[in-house]
C-alpha cells in the first residue's frame, strides 16, 4: 500500500519542479501499479459507492415520501379550514341578518316609544294648558266678584243713610222671623 501511496503522491508532485505537475514519463509513474490500484479500488469500490448510492436512493425516496405525506396532510387542513370558513361566513350571514332584524326592531320600538312620550306630552301640555285656564278663569272671576262688592260697597256707602240703613235692617229681621215661623210649623 505504501508503493501505492508513494505513486501517487509522485504523480502529483514533482518535487523539483516545485509544484503541482504531471509527470508524462510511462515508467516513473508507474502505471502497472496504478492499474492495479485502480482495478482494487473499482472492485471493492463498487460495493462501496453501490451501498452509499443506494443509502442516497433511500434517503431521498423517504424523503419524497415524507414530503407526499406532508402536501397530503396540509391538503386535508385546507379543506377543513376552507369547511370553517365556509361554516364562519354561513355564521356571520346569519348574524348580520339577525343584526339588521333587530336594528330594525330597536328601530321602530325607539319610534314607537317616541311616538308615545310625544302623545303624553301633548297630553301633559293640553292638561297644564287646561289647569291653568280654569285658574286664570277663577282669578278673574275673583276679580271681578271683588270689584263688584267694592262698587256695590261705594254704591250703598253714597247712597245709605241712616233712615234706610235702620228700615234695611227691620225687614231682614222679619224676613228670618218669617223663616223661623216657617221652619216651626214645618217640625
Same mark, same amino acid.
Do not use: C, D, M, P
Given at each position: 500500500m505504501k508503493n501505492?501511496?508513494?505513486s501517487l503522491i509522485s504523480l502529483v508532485y514533482w518535487p523539483?519542479?516545485?509544484g503541482l505537475e504531471l509527470n508524462t514519463n510511462i515508467l516513473e509513474?508507474?502505471?502497472?501499479?496504478?492499474?492495479?490500484?485502480?482495478?482494487?479500488?473499482i472492485y471493492?469500490?463498487?460495493?462501496v459507492l453501490s451501498n452509499i448510492l443506494d443509502n442516497r436512493k433511500d434517503i431521498i425516496l423517504t424523503t419524497i415520501r415524507n414530503s407526499e405525506e406532508l402536501c397530503e396532510s396540509a391538503t386535508n387542513q385546507l379543506e377543513q379550514a376552507r369547511a370553517r370558513l365556509r361554516e364562519v361566513e354561513k355564521r356571520a350571514g346569519e348574524i348580520r341578518i339577525n343584526g339588521y332584524s333587530q336594528i330594525k326592531r330597536e328601530k321602530e320600538d325607539f319610534i314607537?316609544?317616541?311616538s308615545t312620550n310625544l302623545e303624553q306630552l301633548e297630553d301633559s301640555k293640553n292638561e297644564t294648558i287646561? /289647569?291653568?285656564?280654569?285658574?286664570?278663569? +277663577?282669578?278673574v272671576q275673583q276679580q271681578v266678584s271683588r270689584q263688584a262688592v267694592q262698587r256695590a260697597l261705594r254704591t /250703598?256707602?253714597?247712597?245709605?243713610?241712616? +233712615?234706610?240703613?235702620?228700615?234695611t235692617i227691620d225687614h231682614h229681621i222679619g224676613l228670618l222671623r218669617a223663616m223661623k215661623n216657617i221652619a216651626g210649623e214645618l217640625i
Open positions: 501505492v501511496t508513494y523539483s519542479a516545485g509513474t508507474n502505471i502497472i501499479n496504478l492499474s492495479v490500484v485502480l482495478g482494487v479500488l471493492f469500490g463498487k460495493g314607537n316609544a317616541t287646561r /289647569l291653568e285656564q280654569q285658574r286664570v278663569i +277663577e282669578q /250703598l256707602n253714597s247712597r245709605l243713610n241712616n +233712615e234706610l240703613h235702620l228700615r
